[in-house]
């Protein structure tokens, strides 16, 4: 079990529910932190890990929602936690007693402005959130990770991080970053016992992200979605991230791009009605 009940004040812990069996068992006696676990694809993934057997730790700003999901799964607690704060990320780091597996989820898109309009200070809040977040995680539990002798960090990028659009912007941008810290990683991680996944959505319809990305525009974020018949949902994804993660230790699944059938590329879209 970890320590994080034992951490310093912004940590929390909740819901172990030692009485309740896991479905599966391939993630017994094994510990799965989740980053941004409060909603769409990092609470799905945390059901599904936990599901899958894996204790599962939460992480997120929003410390109520995490509390609550992690109340509701066997063997999970919650960690408030902001990835974008390094010494919180060491300290976070710090209480694990080990990590058998990493899903860097946090992340996220703040505004759809072109190129030549966009804020920078949305481009540097985006490369923070989706880039340097992956490597605070990333660096932090290295060491724990290594130690199992069967570590997995899964890094959640996007098909923003393999083809640009117009409005991408910082998006783009940062999850191109994600992309490539990825395949820098598993290159430099060649020989270690650690397997590096990228798991890269397309159309993704959550409660959250577009209405983040237009500000809390309601109706901008639902023309997103529009006429698609089926956008994949954060289970979708959350399924293919649980698919990989419990391959046998020897298979790396590198990259998984994940679209709804009616999303053939980024910019090609079939929508009726
Ligand atoms: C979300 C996919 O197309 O909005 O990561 O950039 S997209």
């Not at 909603?39 to 799905?44: L, P, R, V």
């Amino acid at each position: 079990m970890t320590s994080a009940s034992t951490a310093d004040a912004g940590t929390t812990e909740a819901g172990t529910a030692d009485d309740r069996t896991p479905e599966g068992s391939a993630g017994a006696g094994r510990i799965a932190v989740i980053t941004g676990a409060s909603s769409g694809i990092g609470a799905a993934t945390a059901r599904q890990l936990a599901a899958a057997g894996y204790r599962v730790v939460l992480t997120a700003r929003r410390k109520d929602r995490i509390e609550k999901l992690a109340a509701e799964l066997p063997h999970a607690e919650a960690y408030a936690l902001d990835v974008t704060d390094r010494a919180a990320v060491d300290a976070f780091a710090a209480s694990l007693d080990r990590c058998d597996v990493l899903i860097n989820n946090a992340g996220g898109a703040f505004g759809a402005e072109p190129v030549a309009t966009g804020d920078p200070e949305d481009w540097r809040a985006m490369y923070d959130v989706n880039v340097l977040g992956v490597l605070h995680m990333t660096q932090a539990l290295l060491p724990a990770l290594t130690a199992t002798g069967d570590g997995t960090v899964v890094v959640l990028s996007s098909t923003a991080g393999h083809a640009a659009y117009e409005g991408g912007g910082g998006y783009v941008a940062a999850k191109h970053g994600a992309h490539v810290l990825a395949e820098t990683l598993r290159l430099e991680l060649c020989g270690e016992p650690v397997r590096v996944v990228e798991v890269a959505p397309g159309m993704v319809k959550t409660e959250e992200f577009a209405t983040t990305r237009f500000r809390g525009d309601v109706a901008k974020a639902a023309k997103v979605y529009e006429g698609v018949a089926e956008p994949l949902s954060a289970d979708d994804v959350a399924d293919t991230i649980a698919w990989a993660v419990t391959r046998p230790s020897h298979v790396n699944i590198d990259l998984l791009i994940v679209r709804p059938r009616a999303q053939a590329s980024n910019s090609k879209v079939h929508r009726t009605g």
